[in-house]
């Protein structure tokens, strides 16, 4: 009766049953090598090492992970899961802008309280992608995991807030991850504040993801010397214009822009027209 509810055959609800074992005794072998894999961390742990700190041999472990970076990374990955699920429950029943910040904050901090070691294992897999490139598959769809978490409690919280986003996911997962690794630092440093300061970092960062409102510039800031191009009368671009001056003459085609000069103090005017310049000026270079 149940193949045919299903639509299964015999050997197709086999394989799917002794698959499902399959799993489920990898998860078991994970959680048990979680403890190890976290205290030593990548570069000081075999399986050998786990299989001597477990009730596992190295043969069985050897046998559902076919090396130590297979087990590390699938450990890591059920951990990272539960937080993205943790974090997707959180936006999806958030009533207010303030409780969610609450509640993001202290469940940020918490696990930074709780699972020190095991944060310190993820950025120890990250780090080691670096020089690894086997790794980093697993390492980059770890870390979008995670943003696509960090992301859905940001939207949610600006869509409670009536305000829109200044950053994108990835920026808000930069700042997020930045802050959360400063924090676990600090932590294993022994520092006693470093989650009480977690806490409230998150509560900020939440709020610096929204908009704020642009600056005003005066007007009276710009420079007077400034003259735009449809002022500019100026045979060079930024001359300012030159006003006119009484007495001074402004400039002919093949003539000067000299001022008059002054006549002397005693002596009739020279020869030519009344009027002309002394004895002497030349009126022009021609």
Same mark, same amino acid.
């Given at each position: ?14 394989? !799917? ?8 005794? !990898? ?20 399986? /050998? ?28 990955? &059920?951990?990272?899961?539960? !937080?993205? &699920? ?28 709780? &699972? ?11 780090? &080691? ?6 790794? !980093? ?22 869509e409670l807030s009536q305000a829109p986003l200044t950053v994108t996911a990835d920026q808000a997962y930069a700042l997020v991850d930045g802050l959360f690794q400063q924090g676990l630092r600090d932590y294993l440093a022994g520092d006693d504040d470093a989650a009480a300061r977690l806490e409230q970092s998150m509560r900020w960062v939440l709020a610096a ?5 642009? %600056?005003?510039?005066?007007?009276? /800031? ?15 671009? $930024?001359? %300012?214009? /030159? ?29 030519? /027209? ?11 270079? $021609?």
């Amino acid at each position: 009766m149940g193949s045919l509810i299903t639509g299964e055959s015999p050997r197709e609800r086999i394989a !799917r049953r002794q698959l499902d074992k399959f799993t489920e005794r !990898r998860d078991h072998l994970a959680a048990a090598a979680l403890a190890t894999l976290a205290e030593r961390g990548y570069a000081n742990t075999s399986l /050998r090492d786990i299989a001597q700190h477990s009730e596992f041999s190295h043969g069985v472990l050897h046998y559902y992970f076919a090396d130590k970076f297979e087990l590390i990374a699938y450990c890591v990955r &059920q951990y990272k899961a539960s !937080r993205v &699920q943790r974090f997707e429950s959180m936006a999806t029943t958030a009533a207010t802008p303030s409780g969610l910040a609450l509640e993001f904050g202290a469940a940020m901090a918490g696990s930074l309280r709780e &699972q020190a070691t095991m944060h310190r294992l993820w950025y120890d897999l990250r780090n &080691q992608a670096l020089f690894e490139p086997t790794f !980093r598959p697993e390492v980059r769809e770890i870390d979008s995991f995670l943003k696509a978490a960090t992301w859905a409690v940001a939207t949610r919280f600006a869509e409670l807030s009536q305000a829109p986003l200044t950053v994108t996911a990835d920026q808000a997962y930069a700042l997020v991850d930045g802050l959360f690794q400063q924090g676990l630092r600090d932590y294993l440093a022994g520092d006693d504040d470093a989650a009480a300061r977690l806490e409230q970092s998150m509560r900020w960062v939440l709020a610096a993801f929204l908009s704020l409102p642009a %600056p005003v510039v005066s007007r009276a /800031r710009v420079s007077r010397a400034r003259v735009s191009r449809a002022d500019a009368g100026a045979p060079r671009r $930024g001359w %300012p214009r /030159r006003r006119r001056r009484s007495g001074v003459p402004s400039r002919r085609p093949g003539g000067s822009c000299r001022a008059p000069l002054a006549a002397g103090p005693a002596g009739p005017p020279g020869p030519g /027209r009344p009027g002309s310049r002394t004895a002497g000026t030349p009126t022009s270079r $021609g």
